[in-house]
């Protein structure tokens, strides 16, 4: 939304006057930098969520091995007002050396390249494949 702000800006300059060059000298500066924020959130963090033969990672910080994985869905997170749906993941994994269980919840964006139920289906992949012994060398 804040590209076409900007776009806009760019295309409609007319230094006719005054007040058309300082309105839209405040709506470049509004909608710039937004822009660049988001271009390089974007670029950095490509990979949000990733299930490999390692375990589950989340923009690039382990989350759980597999051998620690008490259990993974999707929920929806229901927001007062949002007419939006919210996915999220929810991982329920142990930590051996301190005995605690814990639950990490993970936003699903709209954007992401995979669906809910292929997210769980490349969990329980690499769930039942390691458990049996059987291969789990792809990524997901």
Excluded: C
Aim: aromatic residues 16%; proline residues 3%; charged residues 15%.
């Amino acid at each position: 939304f804040s590209f076409l702000f900007f776009i806009y800006a760019l295309i409609n300059i007319n230094f006719s006057d005054e007040y058309s060059f300082s309105v839209y000298k405040s709506l470049f500066f509004l909608t710039i930098f937004p822009a660049i924020l988001f271009l390089i959130k974007g670029i950095r963090n490509k990979i949000i969520i990733l299930i490999n033969a390692d375990g589950i990672f989340h923009r690039g910080q382990l989350i759980t091995l597999w051998d620690n994985l008490v259990k993974a869905n999707i929920s929806e997170d229901e927001r007062t007002g949002s007419f939006a749906v919210n996915f999220q993941l929810e991982v329920v994994y142990n930590v051996p050396e301190t005995g605690k269980t814990y639950l990490v919840k993970i936003p699903l964006p709209g954007t992401q390249n995979k669906s809910e139920e292929q997210i769980i289906a490349a969990i329980n992949f690499y769930m039942n494949g390691l458990k049996t012994g059987g291969s789990a060398d792809n990524s997901h």
